[in-house]
């Protein structure tokens, strides 16, 4: 059986914001842009911060990359079992994945309306293996319907369903003073060390510049925040 495919969504924080609203998320924390990585720009960032998406280009480098990290992430024994993770299964999802990511794993600090349904998916969820939420959020008719119609709200135009988009989300997230990469494509959470409520975006930041690193002729890297609205 072929494995379904949405409409990508676009690296634009409005959308972000609206379609979490749509899921009954209250506006009370909002997407925003960081326009650059050193110091002066990274303070225009409002504060604090609970969650960072990541987009970038799959490219070789990447995917050798990504190849390598999973046969060490095979022999490492961490506990993650208090992180939220899902893996991806649907094609082009992975901005919604990362959306998932970076909600369930502040569902504390975040307000959800009373017949959220993303609070509702993340409750019906929260037992599952990485797997098996993947499957429910295939067969969740309200959230592909309100993916699919935040896909055709950015500034582009959304490409069609069989085109391949080389761009990938993943978001990151600090739980126990520890800092984590949520992909869905990789088989499990990454531990990317210490971080506090403080360096949580600085903390991030630094790993998103590891990624551009290995691909330093690319220019299609983009990061979001979710940070408190003031």
Known sequence: ?????????????EVMSKFLSSLGMMP??????????DPDLLSMVPRPVCAVLLLFPITEK??????EEEDKLKDQQQDVSDVYFI???IGNA????GLIHAVANNQ???EFGPDSTLKKFLVQTSEMTPEERALFLEKDESIRVTHESSAQEGQTEAPSLDEKVNLHFIAFVGK??????????KPKPVLHGKTTEDT??????????????????EVRFTIIALSKDS
Do not use: H
């Open 1 to 13: 059986m072929d494995s379904p495919c949405w409409l990508p969504l676009e690296s634009n924080p």
């Open 94 to 97: 992975c901005g919604t994945i």
């Open 108 to 110: 504390a600090r975040l």
């Open 200 to 217: 949580f975006l600085e903390d991030a930041v630094g790993v998103c510049k590891t990624f551009m690193a290995r691909d330093p002729q």
């Open 176 to 185: 126990g003073g520890l800092l984590y990469e949520l992909d869905g494509r």
């Open 62 to 67: 990447s995917e050798a990359y990504r190849q």
């Open 87 to 89: 893996k991806q299964t």
């Open 28 to 37: 009370t924390w909002q997407f925003g842009d960081v326009y650059g990585l």
